[in-house]
DNA sequence: TTGACTTGACCGACCGGTCTAATATACTTG
DNA sequence: CAAGTATATTAGACCGGTCGGTCAAGTCAA
């Protein structure tokens, strides 16, 4: 078989598809080789470990959405509150259109791989971790706008940054659990009500 | 060895306190049977396979907080919002004690059993979503009752019920990720300003 | 000729689960 | 009560299969 340039692309995409769709404990190194048509030894020349491939996943789906549609829903352009509704509005029609193609709701694959893994793996955690952080900070720069223009009264918009991204991850979890992607829709608007008060400064 | 009679009960109480410090897959049959002091022969006695303990286990685990903290949390004697600072409390205690004990924050058992199993295990994640939709009608009544005696203005009770459970989820989740059982005490309190209108009945 | 990449056999450890034999308890008799 | 029997429980060796990972021998392009 011939060189493929794209062999350790495929390892990644194969292997974020598995994971996501399923866990990481239950896919095996040797069917993420099958599917991506790739020998075992090509595998462990392109990653170290499973652990590797793990964080590689990761990296790699992140960057997807910081240029993805996580760009286009916190999109300057856009007001404040509308970027919050694109961003449930992208969660569901993901979610919907992947249980429309597998059967079932994969959920959030950093959602999924946190509640696995993160009492076990401090690598993979911390990982998930500043994702989390990114996605947060996020939320947070679309509230401090939303505030500064006034769209809606001051708060600590730090911390609803951090429960807003807390509440999605719950309404997709949950709706994964119902295998429903309906949930995310009735609950999503929730989203915009959430708000935790300024500590009084004193 | 002699036979003690509370074999089952071992197995049962290791098996959740493992599930839930670790994750299901990585916790064995072995290791659960040389913690509880039982023999394999013994185990396969009691339960016919993994996915029977796992069973076992949720509706253990479901039991005890029915019993234990959530019929506390959502005493009728209590204001209904003060149920709601009762849950997230009882959440932040719980979690900080076992952070404590084991350096790491478990999160939630049924959260993380749901993110783990749900797309391979159709049995355990019709049960897990069972366990939800109860702990789901606790918030349900507590927002009826609220409504009712006037202390939140009229609201879809039911959707935002649910979405305060996944709020909840989320929360712990979070915090997870971050081992940080902080997050639920900071981010807990915005439970109470979700809020999903009711839809319009024409 | 070098070095990146591929091949596929191989490794020990562990997985969930089975099985037979032993043993303790409970139930039936005389 | 004693003896015998059925049943519940325990003991632990054993099974085929899979796990993550290794390795020596290639194959290819530069």
Request: aromatic letters at 8%; glycine letters at 4%.
């Amino acid at each position: 078989m011939s060189i493929s340039p794209d062999t350790k692309d495929r390892i990644l995409s194969t292997a974020r598809e598995l994971f996501h769709s399923r866990s990481y404990a239950d896919v095996g190194i040797k069917e993420i080789c099958t599917l991506a048509r790739v020998q075992k030894g090509s595998f462990y020349h392109f990653f170290p470990s499973k652990q590797d491939l793990a964080m590689a996943v990761i990296d790699d789906m992140s960057d997807d959405w910081a240029h993805g549609f996580v760009a286009e829903a916190f999109d300057e352009a856009l007001p404040p509150t509308e970027r919050l509704d694109y961003m449930v509005d992208a969660v569901y029609y993901w979610q919907k259109a992947a249980k429309n193609v597998e059967g079932r709701m994969p959920g959030c694959l950093f959602g999924n791989l946190a509640l696995e893994v993160s009492t076990r793996d401090e690598v993979i955690r911390a990982r998930l971790n500043a994702v989390f952080a990114k996605a947060s900070a996020r939320f947070h720069e679309t509230l401090d706008q939303a505030v500064e223009n006034g769209s809606i009264p001051p708060l600590d918009t730090e911390a609803t940054a951090t429960a807003m991204l807390a509440y999605l991850e719950g309404v997709i979890l949950l709706a994964k659990t119902r295998n429903d992607p309906e949930v995310v829709r009735i609950l999503g608007p929730g989203i915009k009500t959430i708000r935790i008060e300024l500590k009084p400064t004193n």
